[in-house]
């Protein structure tokens, strides 16, 4: 499945409302991020341990977070996510996907935050992000028919170091419960051997 058409304004777009989005708070205040980024890195090994998989067509498997089964409380909100390790022969670009599972009409989550997250080294540049309308990619429209959008993270290879861990973070206000579908790669040819490319790219 691929997309080939030119989404430069959008993806700017999504750069700016992912990072004012990663920064709110449930309220619309800008958190103390070095507070809550102690937190993260103090609960990391609450993440849930993913490995690089891809599925029988050879594309990243999507795989579910169930939200639920692992709520990490931070005062008014509950952040949840999942953990990896850099390979060491696979070192390449980290592209990952992700999309929430509405399941009914209706169902929205009101101030989602997301972002990447090193858990022993300082972060090294920024992270690149893309928001698209779900109707973009018919296949996993299919499987995913209520939901609005799709998001895209990106970490370039110079950012990462082998061996290192690093977790995928999501921060959501407490009523707010919506399991998450998501799929990770590397652009590497460990990467495409080993994981495949995303399932919508």
């Not at 060491?88 to 009914?104: A, H, K, N, T």
């Not at 540049?125 to 990106?154: C, D, H, N």
């Not at 206000?173 to 080993?194: C, H, K």
Request: aromatic share 12%.
């Amino acid at each position: 499945m691929s997309n080939t058409g030119s989404r430069g304004s959008a993806f700017f777009f999504g750069v700016l409302m992912a990072l004012a989005t990663s920064m709110a708070s449930s309220g619309g205040e800008i958190e103390d991020i070095p507070r809550r980024d102690a937190f993260l890195r103090k609960n990391f090994e609450k993440f849930v341990p993913i490995e690089f998989e891809q599925d029988d067509r050879g594309l990243a498997k999507i795989q579910r977070l169930r939200v639920r089964e692992h709520l990490i409380p931070f005062g008014e909100q509950v952040c949840f996510g999942f953990r990896f390790k850099m390979p060491d022969p696979g070192i390449g670009d980290f592209s990952c996907m992700y999309l929430l599972m509405v399941e009914r009409e209706g169902q929205t989550v009101s101030n989602i935050g997301w972002n990447f997250l090193p858990k022993n080294e300082p972060y090294r540049g920024r992270a690149l992000y893309e928001r698209v309308p779900l109707a973009e990619y018919p296949e996993l429209k299919k499987l995913f028919p209520k939901t609005q959008s799709i998001m895209f993270l990106q970490r370039t290879r110079e950012q990462l170091t082998p061996g290192n861990e690093y977790a995928v973070w999501f921060m959501l206000p407490v009523q707010d419960y919506i399991d998450v579908a998501f799929a990770m790669t590397l652009d590497s040819p460990w990467g495409r051997e080993n994981a495949g490319r995303l399932p919508a790219r």
